[in-house]
């Protein structure tokens, strides 16, 4: 079966750093897109970032700068780097996958199209790891 699994969350304090991981299996990771979401207490879930199945990345403009994501192929494992973190990253972190085909756009790259991942295209998706950033 499909699994998504996220490791790696855990509080920090505001200013640190913490790498989140995605393990996949059970589908054809190199003909997928994946992408990284989040969802605070009592707000809506919004996109993070995506990385294509060529390594094109696209970037929500509030962690730009900030989050890198980034595809280890051989293991089937894609990366959320955050960096320079404040209690506004506070969230419960979601990476998902969508087939590539449907994802068409994210190859284009942002100077073209800036971010485009909708989370509606994606397929399969992890239970999430909490990440608190303390202040």
């Known amino acids: 079966e499909v699994q998504l699994v996220e490791s790696g969350g855990g509080l920090v304090q505001t200013g640190g750093s913490l790498r989140l991981s995605c393990a996949t299996s059970?589908?054809?990771?190199?003909?997928?897109?994946v992408g990284w979401f989040r969802q605070a207490p009592g707000k809506e879930r919004e996109g993070v970032g995506c990385v294509s199945n060529n390594n094109t990345t696209t970037y929500v403009d509030s962690v730009r700068g900030r989050f890198t994501i980034s595809r280890d192929n051989p293991h089937n494992t894609v990366y959320l780097q955050m960096n320079s973190l404040g209690p506004e990253d506070t969230a419960l972190y979601y990476c998902?996958?969508?087939?590539?085909?449907?994802?068409?756009?994210?190859?284009?790259?942002?100077?073209?199209?800036?971010?485009?991942?909708?989370?509606?295209?994606?397929?399969?998706w992890g239970e999430g790891t909490l990440v608190t950033v303390s202040s």
């Open positions: 059970g589908f054809v990771f190199g003909d997928y897109a």
């Open positions: 998902a996958a969508g087939p590539q085909r449907v994802l068409i756009g994210l190859n284009l790259g942002e100077s073209t199209l800036g971010y485009n991942c909708p989370s509606n295209d994606m397929d399969y």
